[in-house]
T-cell receptor, first 110, second 117 residues
C-alpha cells in the first residue's frame, strides 16, 4: 500500500477556512486520493475523493498537486461539528484494501 | 447514498464467550467488505478483507481462528470473536465498497464497541 503522511493535529477558529495537508509521494497512477473523517465513537465518514483534478462538493474541496504527490483538503468555513480526525488514504479500486495512517485531529475553537 | 449498518453497536460479554458482529450494506451490493479494529486514540487497523463467497484474507498478526469472518451474501459479512478475552475489547468497524464503483469509495458502518469482562 502507498503511504500517506499527515500532521498529527491542527487547530482552527470557527467560521475560518481550514487547509489539511497530506503527502503521498509514492502514489501510483491508478490511486485515487480519498478523505474520510471520524467523530468520536463513530465509524469514518466519506468526505471527498479525486484522481487528478481539483474537486468540490458540499462538504469540502480537494486540491491535488500537479505531480499528485500531495493534496489538501479544504474546509471553507469550519464549524464546531467539523472537529474530527481526518484521514487521507489512497485507494486503487482494483487492489481492494487500503491502510489508514494516523490522520489529523482537527480542533475547532469557538 | 450508500448505507452500511453494523449490529450490535455495543456489546458486553464475559471472558471465554463468543460474540458475533454483523455488517450489512443496506442499499447496495458489496463484493468486498473490510474489518478494522480501533483502540482508543489510535487509527483504524485493518484486520481482514472479506470477499463474498470465498475465504477472508487476514492481515499479518491477526488470528483467523479467533476472528472468524463469513461473507455469505453480497450484503452481509459477519465477524465472530471467539473465546473473547479482555484484550479483545475494542471498537470494531466494517466498511464496504460498491461492486459497481470504479473509484473505490468506502462506506463505513457505525462501529461496534466490544467490552469483554
Amino acid at each position: 500500500d502507498a503511504k500517506t503522511t499527515q500532521p498529527n493535529s491542527m487547530e482552527s477558529n470557527e467560521e475560518e477556512p481550514v487547509h489539511l495537508p497530506c503527502n503521498h509521494s509514492t502514489i501510483s497512477g491508478t490511486d485515487y486520493i480519498h478523505w474520510y473523517r471520524q467523530l468520536p465513537s463513530q465509524g469514518p465518514e466519506y468526505v471527498i475523493h479525486g484522481l487528478t483534478s481539483n474537486v468540490n462538493n458540499r462538504m469540502a474541496s480537494l486540491a491535488i498537486a500537479e505531480d499528485r504527490k500531495s493534496s489538501t483538503l479544504i474546509l471553507h468555513r469550519a464549524t464546531l461539528r467539523d472537529a474530527a480526525v481526518y484521514y487521507c488514504i489512497l485507494r486503487d479500486p482494483r487492489a481492494g484494501k487500503s491502510t489508514f495512517g494516523d490522520g489529523t485531529t482537527l480542533t475547532v475553537k469557538p | 447514498g450508500a448505507v452500511v449498518s453494523q449490529h450490535p453497536s455495543w456489546v458486553i460479554c464475559k471472558s471465554g464467550t463468543s460474540v458475533k458482529i454483523e455488517c450489512r450494506s443496506l442499499d447496495f451490493q458489496a463484493t468486498t467488505m473490510f474489518w478494522y479494529r480501533q483502540f482508543p486514540k489510535q487509527s483504524l487497523m485493518l484486520m481482514a478483507t472479506s470477499n463474498e463467497g470465498s475465504k477472508a484474507t487476514y492481515e499479518q498478526g491477526v488470528e483467523k481462528d479467533k476472528f472468524l469472518i463469513n461473507h455469505a451474501s453480497l450484503t452481509l459479512s459477519t465477524l465472530t470473536v471467539t473465546s473473547a478475552h479482555p484484550e479483545d475489547s475494542s471498537f470494531y468497524i466494517c466498511s464496504a465498497s460498491k461492486a459497481s464503483a470504479n473509484t473505490g469509495e468506502l462506506f463505513f458502518g457505525e462501529g461496534s464497541r466490544l467490552t469483554v469482562l
